[in-house]
């Protein structure tokens, strides 16, 4: 007698009680596979969100690094090198000295790798009084940035072009001087090219020419009083170790900090930065912990819906074979053995496993993704791709699951006596 046969009969001729098993397979391999897809989709969401936010911190720095490229260009450079019999006081006093150093000492530091000096500005300045106007001035000569090997740096200056000048804003507006205007200082004839704003501050009475126009006026031929550096990476290093850095190349000069300036920039760095991170390690946290409360849910839920469908796999079992008593009595005293009889309680609940193991697959996966969408409120993920593991586990433990629940009420059916079955009915 074929097995086969025998089970398609009986799936046809009790459908209900085949697919009300068949449900409770489905069931419990979609309760096994929808957490496994919730977590998917939770961390599926929580990689968009931390890359978002990463980039969102990225963009932020970069602003953050565009405004202080800005501004620095008010605040000044934070780091000056002078030579090394400068007085300090005298410099402290009035912001420029007498002692000079070769002008070729800025090139000599351009070159080294010392990088966390950027932005080199070698100048001359000095204050005088611009015999014309009868005026007393600041007088600073520069020529622009020196530019740093194997770097490519937007200088924060332009440089003042030979021949011209620029004026502070309290001698253009006292002088009614204009861009274009021509001007006589020291004898010299300049071009004004252009007028600062007001800032409030000494610069409002210098005059900028170029470095080999103020060395030409001061009879200072290839000399310079001060680089002016900005320290680009001041979260990461000291003024200490500049000094060092710059005693091995430049031993004849010495290193200054302008704290409140370089404060104010390696401070407003540092804090968004400090603060994007934490933001993003809270972030995290929060999100490993909605993950672990998922998953803690999960582990008490699925073993009680695991318990509940095989308990009802094998009371629907136990009830086909308590309206089959008669059936199996028959089949019995016509000398089919039990273990046939068996087999084919057997047969029927590995098709339910079979058909049930895949559909709860499914059904698992669209509702855990599903649910994960709710409780993440997106709209903008995927579903979650089934890999073949998860899909060949949840059939081998579907098939599993009703082998098991249908082999105790069918080794009770065929354990009794057919006698004794023929006789009650």
Same mark, same amino acid.
């Given at each position: 007698?074929n !097995?086969g046969?025998l089970?398609?009969?009986e799936?046809k ?10 449900f ?9 596979v929808?957490p496994?897809s ?5 961390d ?5 969100i931390?890359?978002a936010?990463?980039?969102?911190l990225?963009v932020?720095l970069?602003?953050l690094? =565009?405004?202080?490229r800005?501004t ?7 780091i ?13 006093a009035h912001g420029?000295?007498h002692a ?6 800025a090139g ?10 950027q ?6 300045q000095?204050r ?5 106007t009868?005026r007393? !001035?600041?007088l ?15 200088q924060?200056r332009d440089?003042?072009e030979?021949?011209?000048l ?6 253009q ?5 204009k861009v ?5 200082l020291?004898g010299r004839s ?5 007028c600062?704003e007001?800032?409030g501050?000494? =610069?409002?009475?210098t ?5 080999? =126009? ?12 001060? !680089?002016m550096a900005l320290?680009c ?16 190349i430049?031993?004849?000069?010495q290193?200054?900090e302008?704290?409140?300036?370089a ?6 760095r540092a ?5 994007g ?5 809270d972030?995290r ?12 849910l ?18 629907t079992?136990?009830?086909n074979v308590?309206e089959?008593?008669?059936e199996?009595?028959i089949l019995?005293?016509f000398g ?8 084919l309680?057997l ?13 709860g697959?499914? !059904? ?24 073949p ?9 579907a098939? %599993? %699951?009703a082998?098991?629940?249908s082999?105790i009420?069918a080794?009770?059916?065929?354990q ?10």
């Amino acid at each position: 007698m074929n !097995i086969g046969h025998l089970v398609v009969k009986e799936i046809k001729h009790r459908k209900l009680s085949f697919f009300l098993g068949l449900f409770s397979v489905s069931m419990a391999t979609a309760m096994l596979v929808a957490p496994y897809s919730l977590l998917q989709v939770h961390d599926q969401c929580t990689n968009r969100i931390m890359q978002a936010k990463e980039d969102a911190l990225e963009v932020r720095l970069d602003d953050l690094n =565009d405004q202080i490229r800005r501004t620095m260009l008010k605040l000044g450079f934070n780091i000056v090198i002078l030579p090394k019999d400068q007085d300090l006081a005298e410099w402290y006093a009035h912001g420029e000295g007498h002692a000079t150093m070769p002008e070729e000492y800025a090139g000599i530091l351009a070159k080294t790798d010392i990088m966390v000096v950027q932005h080199l500005l070698p100048s001359l300045q000095q204050r005088l009084t611009w015999p014309e106007t009868k005026r007393n !001035i600041i007088l600073v000569g520069t020529r622009g940035e020196e530019p740093r090997s194997n770097t490519n740096l937007k200088q924060l200056r332009d440089p003042v072009e030979v021949g011209t000048l620029v004026l502070g804003f309290e001698l253009q507006q006292s002088l009614s001087l204009k861009v274009g205007d021509e001007v006589i200082l020291m004898g010299r004839s300049f071009r004004v090219s252009k007028c600062h704003e007001a800032r409030g501050s000494r =610069d409002d009475i210098t005059v900028w020419v170029n470095l080999s =126009d103020a060395q030409a006026i001061l009879n200072k031929p290839g000399k310079i009083n001060a !680089i002016m550096a900005l320290q680009c990476n001041c979260p990461n290093s000291d003024l200490e170790s500049i000094r060092q850095q710059v005693a091995q190349i430049l031993p004849d000069t010495q290193v200054i900090e302008r704290k409140s300036k370089a404060l104010a920039r390696a401070e407003a760095r540092a804090e968004i930065r400090s603060r994007g991170h934490k933001a993003l390690a809270d972030e995290r946290e929060h999100r490993e912990r909605l993950r672990q409360e998922r998953h803690m849910l999960a582990t008490i839920l699925v073993p009680l819906v695991l318990l509940a469908c095989t308990i009802w796999i094998g009371i629907t079992t136990f009830s086909n074979v308590r309206e089959r008593r008669t059936e199996i009595g028959i089949l019995r005293a016509f000398g089919l053995r039990s273990s046939k009889i068996t087999s084919l309680f057997l047969f029927r609940a590995l098709v339910m496993g079979m058909v049930g193991g895949p559909l709860g697959c499914i !059904i698992g996966s669209l509702a855990g993704s599903r649910l994960g969408m709710l409780l993440d409120k997106t709209d903008a993920l995927a579903l979650p791709f089934i890999r073949p593991a998860v899909l060949l586990a949840s059939l081998a433990l579907a098939c %599993l %699951l009703a082998l098991l629940a249908s082999w105790i009420p069918a080794v009770i059916a065929t354990q009794q006596d057919p006698a004794d079955i023929l006789r009650e009915e």
